[in-house]
């Protein structure tokens, strides 16, 4: 059973809020997609990706930011969620993509700083990173069943 | 790391054969990618997907040929493979996809038919399913790593 609709399903939400891996899909100019498995977080409407602008999938959403980001349940694989938005904003300011890094460091691997101790997080974000703000559009939730066809 | 290349690696060649679900990205004629998660199969060559016609992915592959899959480890989602590829072939033969069906079923289920406990997989295969067969061009493997940014 698949349902589209334009507010998050409570039955899925879990889904944006563990430390659950997704993939994000881009499209290319050419119109190929583009797939990459990612960290993210959500604050109960935004959805953040942090990436480095040297990425394909920056590139992409540079001149097409429509996207599409999939959370499939790690203990049953014929749950998931897919979300499709669009990127509204990219954040470029250091401080803030280093607190979202650290963030999703913590919520991912119980870690106070992404690589902390290899290297400063500061020094790690503002060398590269930006954090893109996916608004969601739609989301697609398909529930537990045997194929997912 | 990221590594980009024409032949599948082998150190991510299970990721194609093992029963791990993969997450098809299309795109739209307005641009926006969907995604969905499903079963394939894989010959060493071709990925073959099975769907019914009446889903967006089958829609989107109608105008713009070109899919990216994604396969990840289900033991490890810092592990995993991109294949971006093109629907070369849709094939509508009923004998051709109820076989695919039952084979995939069988991979993903143990079982000897799909949903043969409900009803005959002929009669369902005959019914709406075609089968996808994808050609894959490039192959983006991730290996094991901290983030995968």
Aim: proline share 5%; net charge neutral; glycine share 4%.
């Amino acid at each position: 059973m698949t349902n589209h609709m334009t507010t998050l399903p409570v039955t899925h939400q879990d889904l944006l809020e563990q430390p659950v891996v997704v993939t994000i899909a881009t499209v290319s100019e050419d119109g190929q997609p583009y797939t990459a498995v990612v960290w993210r977080r959500w604050d109960g409407g935004i959805i953040r990706i942090v990436t480095d602008p040297k990425t394909r999938k920056y590139r992409n959403i540079k001149t097409n930011a429509k996207v599409s980001v999939t959370a499939v349940d790690p203990q049953n694989p014929y749950r998931y969620l897919v979300v499709n938005g669009i990127v509204e904003t990219i954040v470029d300011d250091v401080q803030q993509t280093t607190a979202e890094l650290d963030a999703q460091t913590k919520l991912y691997t119980g870690k106070e700083h992404y690589f902390g101790d290899i290297e400063p997080a500061e020094n790690r974000a503002k060398a590269t990173y930006v954090t893109l703000l996916i608004k969601p559009a739609r989301y697609i939730k398909v529930g537990s069943m045997t194929s997912s066809i």
